[in-house]
């Protein structure tokens, strides 16, 4: 990547959040001339007991792929934006904050968690946002 480019990392997980995530960076990368790095992380930890450490990075390999054709398929005027993608063993909060620290923007969906969901659970986007060195956009849930 240049350094004249504007860099944008995006976290991608399969869900509405990380859709509209990837399609709000698609377009600021096409407005500012810049590139999108769509960013899933896995965790084998997490998966079914059934399921190998392989199956579940090639289900999120598959999954980040899709996602990335589908965006690229719909968004009008970002077609030329270049985007890299990328599967990340690890914490979502951890994986997005290594990835973004020599990005311009890092760019994530909120899924919509209640006060209390958030501080019992823990949240992803206020990990990020308190741990990431460069902006955070957080697109918020039914953002267009």
Known sequence: MGDNQHRIVVGVDGTDGGRRALDWALHEAATRGGTVRAVMSWRWDTASPTDSPDTVRVEAERVLRDEIASQQATASGEAGVTVAA???EGRAADVLVRAARDADLLVLGSH?????HRTVLGSTAQEVVESAQCPVVVIPTGAA
């Not at 919509?112 to 209390?116: A, C, E, F, L, Q």
């Open 86 to 88: 990328e599967v990340v």
């Open 112 to 116: 919509g968690h209640t006060r209390v």
